[in-house]
Every structure is written in C-alpha cells, then in structure tokens.
C-alpha cells in the first residue's frame, strides 16, 4: 500500500481546506485510515480516522465539528474536510493505514505529509 496525501497549503483564518489521501493497492479491503497532524517541536498528534467500510468515524475531541473525514471506495481515496481553521491547525498532515480502531502505535503505512499553514 502507498498512501499520498495533498490539498495542504496557505491560507487565513477561518479558511476551509480538503486534504485527499489517495492509495494503491488493496486498499479500501484491508485497512482503515487516519489522519494525523505534526507541527514544528511538537509530537505528531491524531486528527480522525474512518473505518474500511466507511461507516465508522472517529475524531479527536478539539477537531469534531470543524474537521470531516469521508472515503471514497471507486476513488481509493480518502479525504479530510477542515472548516474554521485556525493558526494552532498549523501542521504537516499525514495520512495512514491502519487496522481499526486507528491509533499512531498500530499504523501499518505512513502517507508522506502534505504542509498546511494557517495564517493569522
């Protein structure tokens, strides 16, 4: 499995964003998928995460709300829609594959990371 995360970018507060993870391989059979967060000196962090079918959502409690995580099957892609972001959302995003439920000690892959700057 390769994961490949984009949509991050530059924008102002209260910007929204989508971030897409698209994937090879048996993909949408095998593994749920999270996204996680790691801004400068700080421990990479959790954000959401959707189980293989689909039908299962988890998100950290200060993201739920503003944050949204869907998968497209047909696509092999997963997405993360950011509402209301906020500088402190300043991070490299990661996208990975994992058994369900997903936590960063069960990772199976790791996307590469997409940049996503909030300015004030």
């Known amino acids: 499995v390769q994961l490949q995360a984009s949509g991050g970018g530059l924008v102002q507060t209260g910007a929204s964003l989508r971030l897409s993870c698209a994937a090879s391989g048996r993909f949408s059979e095998t593994y749920a998928v999270g996204w996680f967060r790691q801004a400068p000196g700080k421990e990479r962090q959790f954000v959401a995460a959707?189980?293989?079918?689909?039908?299962?959502?988890h998100y950290e409690d200060s993201m739920e709300g503003r944050f949204t995580i869907s998968r497209d099957h047909a696509k092999n892609t997963v997405y993360l829609q950011m509402t209301g972001l906020k500088p402190e959302d300043t991070a490299v995003y990661y996208c990975?594959?994992?058994?369900?439920?997903?936590?960063?000690?069960?990772?199976?892959?790791w996307g590469q990371g997409t940049l996503v700057t909030v300015s004030s």
């Open positions: 959707i189980n293989r079918r689909g039908t299962s959502t």
């Open positions: 990975a594959a994992a058994p369900w439920p997903v936590r960063r000690t069960n990772v199976s892959y």
